[in-house]
């Protein structure tokens, strides 16, 4: 299983499960307006978390994709899809944000969306279950901040952590950066990879890994 990350909560996971069975996952594509730049992008199956125009940019997205926006339980190309309702809950706002769980290759990835509570339910922590890698925004602002990720880290467990949603080069979307979570963190900083190729055997549960990627 392939991992890359093209800036603010847009992923792309690209998954061999077998000759005649490849599939390519986006979550959350942007538009321009973000100020950054969204390369071409071709999948079986998109995930949007929640309709605003950082994370809503269907249209980018070629293939032909089936499109997943909201909570339920999904099976697509041998790929189990599970979205968790939770709350967007910036500035008063009360919109919904999708959780989704992805099942790939053994391995289970979480991608909390625009998640703008403090901490999780303990029904939504249920639903979740047992993650290895943990993609979670930690730029606040418009969503958790630094210190509440680490809380909601704390109640997932992750073998993997990836932070997105924060403040890199270009973005109009004034949100806090890296920095700030990696202190938190107790670190300094962290080599970042273009991409995260893992299998399941490469999962170390012991400790918490956090695992920063280059848009």
Same mark, same amino acid.
């Given at each position: ?33 973000? *100020? ?12 949007? %978390? ?78 979740? *279950? ?12 418009? %969503? ?25 080069p270009k973005l109009k979307i004034k949100l ?26 490469d999962i170390i549960s012991e400790e918490a ?7």
């Open positions: 299983m392939q991992l890359t990350w093209k800036g603010q909560s847009c992923f792309e996971i690209s998954s061999s499960q077998g000759k005649d069975n490849r599939v390519t996952i986006v979550i959350d594509p942007f538009d321009e307006d973000t *100020g950054l730049r969204l390369p071409k992008l071709e999948a079986d199956v998109l995930l949007i %978390t929640h309709q605003h125009h950082d994370h809503n940019n269907k249209k980018a997205v070629s293939g032909n994709p089936f499109l997943i926006d909201g909570p339920g339980e999904y099976e697509v190309k041998g790929v189990f899809i599970q979205g968790v309702q939770a709350s967007h809950g910036v500035s008063g706002e009360k919109d919904q944000n999708t959780i989704y769980t992805i099942n790939v290759e053994d391995l289970k990835i979480c991608h909390l969306g625009d998640l703008g509570q403090k901490e999780l339910t303990p029904e939504q922590v249920e639903q979740i *279950g047992e993650v290895d890698i943990l993609l979670i925004p930690v730029g606040g602002v418009s %969503t958790i901040s630094a210190k509440e990720a680490v809380k909601i880290m704390s109640q997932i467990e992750p073998s993997i952590i990836i932070p997105m949603h924060y403040q890199i806090e950066g890296l920095d700030k979570f990696l202190k938190t963190m107790g670190m300094k900083s962290v080599t970042p990879l273009e991409k995260l190729t893992i299998k399941k055997k890994k956090i695992v920063v990627l280059n848009p």
